[in-house]
């Protein structure tokens, strides 16, 4: 009885404890509480440590010692730096809480029970100080290292998580950006060639050899074709200011774009100020001409409000033609979702053909309209010698809507004070229509919580023997102790290498004391040695799993590093596709307007005052087109003008035309402009050879298409030639199109370039009588044509340019 009376309140406080460790870890389960009472948490295994620790020496009446519960601190001490939740500062101060608990309260112990004399005293006070400190200084060395450890771990876990998240707005990006230059049926195909074409870069890899570049067009059957044109509009241009001009295209074509969405029509390009979309792309529909003759409808409507409000005398001509089309993406650069064949064409000639303000049809459409709309003769006929020598009978729609006079009157009479294009630009920006990019504009951050990172915990149990009563070979144990936590601790060395000397250690040490011969052990039993087996196996637990953690740190380092290392390589591959795709949109400087770290929603529009434009054709591909099953309908004809067109742009690499920018192609015609990177008003304040060197690019560029088609016609057995028209003068460029932006430039000389190639000869270069001027000044020859009546502009004096003297003269630009 009187021992269990002896042993009560110790099984009452151990039972306290291990009550609170439970509670605590279940309470630890719940991770709101977890995170809102860490530090509390730690503060109570704290508490409970230091009473598991102090109930055995309380358990004896005067028999203290002053080497008790060493080992047991030594833990305490160890879990605090290691275990518990504490900044550095706290684990300093509790563990010398600790240390000094123990030494402070066995000191008084010890002096009030123990006959040994002050000066033994103090040397075994000052024994545990140093153990303990030693302690303290290998645990808080031990914490830094974790904490280093842990910093760069959320460093690398917190940038992995960020690159992720990028690379997620990256993709998102990537795709919307595609999606708005090609069919999302197509656009994964060349999304992945791209990919992959980087990869073999980056890896050095030779690329296959294809004697054909790849083509991206497939056919499809039974869709209708709408060509429109804005009937006024050239000359209301000539009227507007850059901004003006932009605004009001992006306002007119935006409402376009909005119509077809409604009507399941494809914009497929917009070329100046013409508007051409099929319906039934990429997927079949019955009502595809249905479709195309309500959007036409509605195009005329909303031009005729324009007119209406404004006062401008503007109007709209559609023409429609049903059939087949191939469709697709040719050439490397400014890729823009086409149509070919011989149904298109006929569309562009109905077009032409119509009357402004009607839906000028064939008789292909009519017949897959049924009796959805009445029509009336349309006489095509009579106005397109094309359509004349074909035979086709072609229609004009009847509107079946009730002319509407809801607007007043009084708004066109109040306006003719205003100039037309600001009446214009002002009412077309009621319409509101959405901006280029403005799906690629919304900011989206990138935030992520701190992280924490835990070690595994290992509890190590203390088996506490019966006290020795020479005080030495406790502190030989102690010792042997702080060297194997040191050696877990300082030792710069593999894992399985540290287990493999500590093991080899503790062997030594436990043969040490067990088998050598002390003179003052033949005083004491089994009890001793095994003690001093405990201490020594208790140590080398400890000294285990801090090594076990540093491992674990490192492996965990090494394998987000990895991660990242992967994740921030797709990241840049994404990074470069999504640059690839948007200069094959814009050109770099425009690309740099809308994806900066500062994206501009503005609209993008600039004027230039010195801009050469040349346009070059192949108008032998017109007749060598043809479409039968032995070229796959057409197929393989396309395939021959996209090895055309994408020699054509391997051009565009070399260093001597990178000032050239391609911006588009219309059909068989390739169309580019050099003098856009230059800063508007820099060309003035440079001299007038610099100042006009872009124009002999240009036409060393021209030459060299023409080389470029010599090379395909030796290798395909064709006699291909170029007919080439370049201008130069001032022009207007800008983004235009919400749903698909497209950067284009407008302006007097695009027009007289294009007159210039219209109006030209098969294998050489036509230019106006203003460029000749500059071209013979920078040292090339030119013989004079003559005057040549060109469309909308009377009668103008040519000139062709020497080509073979510009040969020689390509060497001094170079």
């Known amino acids: ?150 910093w760069d771990l959320y460093r690398y876990t917190l940038k992995c ?85 932009v605004v009001m295209l992006n306002e007119l074509f935006g409402k376009f774009d909005q119509i077809a969405k409604e009507n399941e029509c494809m914009r497929i390009k917009i070329l100046g100020d013409c508007y051409y979309c099929v319906s039934g792309l990429p997927v079949s529909l019955p009502v595809h001409a249905r479709n195309c003759v309500k959007m036409g409808l509605d195009m005329c409507e909303a031009i005729k409000q324009v ?77 397109d010698p094309y359509l004349e020598s074909m035979n086709i009978k072609t229609y004009l729609v009847v509107d079946p809507r009730v002319s509407n006079n809801h607007l007043p009157k009084t708004r066109v009479n109040d306006g003719l004070k205003m100039r037309a294009s600001v009446r214009m630009t002002r009412y077309l920006e009621s319409w509101g229509a959405a901006r280029p990019f403005a799906h690629l504009n919304h900011r989206e951050s990138v935030s992520s919580d701190s992280s924490s990172s835990q070690g595994k915990q290992r509890k190590v149990s203390l088996n506490n023997s019966t006290a020795l009563s020479i005080p030495l070979l406790q502190y030989y144990a102690y010792c042997c102790i702080l060297a194997f936590i040191a050696c877990s601790v300082f030792l710069q060395i593999s894992f399985e290498l540290k287990v493999l000397l500590l093991s080899i250690a503790v062997t030594v040490y436990l043969i040490i004391f067990n088998t050598l011969q002390h003179r003052n052990l033949r005083f004491y039993g089994n009890s001793t040695r095994l003690f001093i087996k405990d201490n020594i196996l208790y140590g080398f637990n400890l000294s285990y799993f801090v090594p076990l953690q540093i491992d674990y740190y490192c492996r965990l380092d090494c394998l987000w590093k990895s991660k990242f290392k992967k994740e921030h390589e797709q990241f840049e591959t994404m990074e470069n596709v999504n640059r690839l795709l948007l200069e094959n949109v814009l050109p770099a400087h425009v690309a740099a307007y809308f994806i900066g770290e500062k994206r501009n929603e503005d609209w993008y529009h600039q004027s230039y005052d010195c801009v050469c434009v040349m346009f070059a054709s192949v108008p032998d591909f017109k007749v060598f087109y043809t479409e039968c099953d032995v070229n796959k309908e057409g197929l393989e004809c396309l395939r021959l003008l996209n090895e055309i067109i994408a020699d054509f742009d391997e051009l565009l690499l070399k260093p001597k035309f990178s000032g050239v920018e391609k911006i588009k192609t219309i059909g068989s015609t390739y169309m580019a402009a050099a003098g856009l990177s230059v800063t508007p008003g820099q060309e003035n ?74 109006t030209g000869e098969l294998g050489k270069i036509q230019v106006t009588e203003e460029t000749s001027k500059i071209l013979q000044e920078l040292g090339y020859s030119c013989e004079c044509r003559g005057l040549i009546n060109v469309k909308g502009k009377g009668e103008l004096r040519t000139y062709f340019v020497c080509t073979e003297t510009a040969k020689f003269q390509g060497m001094g630009l170079n």
């Open 685 to 758: 304040s440079q001299d007038k050879e610099r100042q006009h060197a872009h124009i002999g690019i240009m036409v060393e560029y021209g030459i060299a298409l023409m080389s470029k088609l010599d090379g395909i016609n030796r290798h395909s057995f064709n006699n291909f030639r170029l007919r080439i028209g370049i201008n130069h003068g001032p022009v207007i460029a800008g983004v235009i199109g919400a749903r698909k932006p497209q950067y284009d430039i407008w302006g007097n000389t695009v027009n007289v370039a294009s007159r210039m190639e219209s």
């Open 161 to 245: 998580i960020q690159v992720r998240m990028k690379l997620k707005i990256e993709k998102r990006q990537q795709e919307n950006l595609l999606l708005s230059i090609l069919p999302a049926h197509i656009s994964m195909e060349m999304k992945l060639a791209i990919i992959e074409r980087l990869k073999e870069t980056n890896d050095n890899r030779q690329m296959h050899d294809n004697n054909f570049h790849s083509l991206y067009v497939k056919r499809h059957q039974n869709v209708s074709i709408l060509y429109a044109d804005i009937v006024g509009f050239t000359r209301l241009a000539s009227d507007c200011s850059p901004k003006e001009l």
């Open 1 to 150: 009885f009187s021992l269990k009376r002896r042993f009560r309140p110790k099984i009452t406080l151990l039972c306290a404890a291990l009550v609170i460790f439970a509670v605590m870890y279940l309470l630890l389960c719940i991770e709101s509480l977890f995170r809102r009472w860490l530090t509390l948490f730690g503060v109570m295994i704290w508490v409970c440590f230091l009473i598991v620790g102090y109930v055995p020496l309380f358990e004896r009446e005067n028999d203290y010692q002053l080497w008790d519960q060493v080992p047991f601190f030594l833990f305490i001490i160890f879990t605090v730096y290691t275990m518990l939740p504490f900044g550095m500062r706290g684990a300093v101060v509790i563990s010398l809480l600790s240390a000094l608990s123990h030494i402070i309260l066995l000191s008084i112990m010890v002096s009030v029970t123990s006959q040994e004399s002050k000066e033994s005293i103090l040397f075994q006070l000052f024994a545990n100080a140093v153990v303990f400190l030693c302690g303290n200084l290998m645990g808080a060395f031990h914490k830094r290292q974790m904490q280093v450890a842990s």
């Open 307 to 383: 007119r209406e409000a404004t006062g401008v005398d503007i109007n709209m001509r559609v023409g429609i033609h049903s059939g087949n089309v191939l469709c697709g993406v040719i050439g490397l650069r400014k890729w823009q979702y086409d149509v070919w064949s011989h149904d298109v064409s006929l569309a562009n000639r109905m077009e032409s053909a119509g009357v402004p303000g009607r839906v000028h049809i064939t008789e292909a459409t009519l017949n897959h309209l049924g009796k959805a709309y009445e029509v009336e003769e349309g006489n095509g006929h009579l106005r």
